[in-house]
């Protein structure tokens, strides 16, 4: 147990390079050493500023290292503008999300849906950019079903 443990960290989003999928403020349970596959979001070190950890989608294996995009195309801060990142500079695979609570929370009623939203398994997305579709999870299903109401 305790190898896992060392293999577990946090990081925080601050710029909003994943809209609409992290928000700034969000926190992520993240996996060093973890297989980096098509689809996943994953923690790098900047190429050009390697004391700067940033959080992408690593999009497809190329020469040279894997080719990396936020989800906000607003931003540019990614492979179109450094290219394709070496292996050496993905940090880790990002496993959860943990979104704070955003204003006061007094009442069970307004925390409820919070709390089934706030903590979201990322898992890597099937059939690519063009058409994305999570993999469903118990979390996500719940969630939807509940906002629906």
Known sequence: MSGLLKRIGLAE?????????L??????????????RPGAVVVLRHP???????????????????????DNPQVRNDSREFGAVPDD?????VWVRLRP??????????????VLSAVRPLP????????PAYVPSLLSWLARRLRAR
């Open 48 to 70: 050009l500023q390697h004391d700067l950890l940033i959080v992408k989608r690593a999009v497809e294996r190329r020469s040279g290292g894997w080719w990396v995009v936020g």
């Open 13 to 21: 989003v601050y710029n909003p390079s994943m809209l609409p999928l």
């Open 89 to 93: 500079l993905m940090v880790a695979r």
């Open 23 to 36: 928000r700034p403020g969000d926190r992520l349970v993240v996996k060093y050493g973890s297989r980096v």
């Open 124 to 131: 890597a997305l099937r059939g690519g950019r063009s058409g």
């Open 101 to 114: 609570p955003r204003g006061p929370r007094r009442r069970l009623r307004p925390v409820l849906p919070w």
